[in-house]
């Protein structure tokens, strides 16, 4: 691979993914959530990356890597409403505007932009468009390989208005289960 940092690089040619290898054998593949092995677009329609990019030297999405179902991002995006900038306090929004256009996109295996079911929780909002590759598979009585990155473990973590409290944990809660935790 060449890939030395996050958003910087991408898989080289002569690489053969998993996917590749099943494909071979009948298998069909899905890959769904963060990519992160290359530029998903050979030119800087998708903003969110870090870093300096050659779009085109570094494009190498999912579908050309043995992936034939994709709804796939190339970076990270907000855990709650993944095309819309939160709040700063999320942490990784930088200077960009709340609710405006968060900057990274989902893609489709023809690598098209997808605009629908794109709102609420990000690993939902991937599970959506999983579930119904994975019953597919099921049905038609076909193998298949699916994997799928979620967002959760990165920046910008944050929350819907209806589930938010669930997690406010006072600070000093946390620490005495911590300390009691390391008793054992």
């Known amino acids: 691979m060449r890939i030395k940092t996050a958003n910087l690089g991408h898989m080289l040619s ?3 993914t998993i996917a590749e290898v099943l494909k071979e054998k009948g ?3 899905g890959h769904f959530g963060k990519w992160h092995l290359g530029t998903l677009a050979k030119d800087s329609l998708d903003s ?4 300096k990019h050659k779009f085109a030297e570094d494009y190498s999405p999912p579908w050309e890597n043995g992936f034939d179902v994709c709804f796939s991002t ?4 907000p855990t709650w409403d993944p095309m819309i900038v939160p709040k700063p306090v999320a942490g990784g929004v930088g200077k960009k505007p709340q609710g405006e ?3 990274s ?8 932009p997808q605009t629908t079911n794109l709102e609420g929780d990000d690993s939902k909002v991937i599970m ?7 019953e597919k598979s099921f049905k038609d009585n076909i193998p298949f390989l699916s994997v799928i990155w979620f967002h959760t473990l990165h920046t910008p973590v944050v929350a819907g208005e209806d589930y938010i409290h669930i997690f406010r ?3 000093n809660i946390i620490m005495v289960v911590l300390r009691q935790w390391m008793k054992r």
């Open 48 to 51: 969110n990356r870090g870093g």
């Open 128 to 134: 959506d468009h999983s579930i119904p590759f994975i």
């Open 101 to 103: 256009f968060y900057g």
């Open 74 to 77: 190339e970076a990270k995006v």
């Open 14 to 16: 002569q690489e053969i």
């Open 105 to 112: 996109r989902y893609w489709n295996e023809q690598g098209i």
């Open 169 to 171: 944990i006072k600070p």
């Open 27 to 29: 298998y069909v593949t």
